[in-house]
């Protein structure tokens, strides 16, 4: 089981959400065909056929916990890191 595998493993058990290292989840979402754009400190991913648009800010080095569920709600939904 490679990294990203062991990310989305950890991400989709949701019992660690404050836990995931901001940067993790940048490399997982490029690593998934997100395209990155950057505004100030906001980290915004958009990719072709997923209608949502995650929004991603540092609290400190980790994810903020809510993002994170928005993160997982759209793997779920579209069946993400499956295939990669």
Same mark, same amino acid.
């Given at each position: 089981m490679g990294k990203y595998e062991k990310l989305i493993f $950890?991400?989709?058990?949701?019992? &660690?959400?404050?836990?995931?290292?901001?940067?993790?989840?940048?490399?997982?979402?490029?690593?998934?065909?997100? $395209?990155?754009?950057?505004?100030? &400190?906001h980290h915004i991913f958009r990719k072709q056929g997923v209608e949502e648009k995650l929004n991603l800010q540092k609290d400190g080095n980790k994810a903020k916990p809510y993002?994170?569920?928005q993160v997982r709600n759209v793997i779920l939904k579209y069946k993400l890191g499956a295939e990669e």
């Open positions: $950890e991400i989709l058990l949701g019992a &660690s959400d404050a836990n995931i290292a901001f940067t993790d989840l940048l490399n997982l979402l490029k690593h998934l065909g997100f $395209e990155l754009r950057i505004n100030g &400190s993002q994170v569920k």
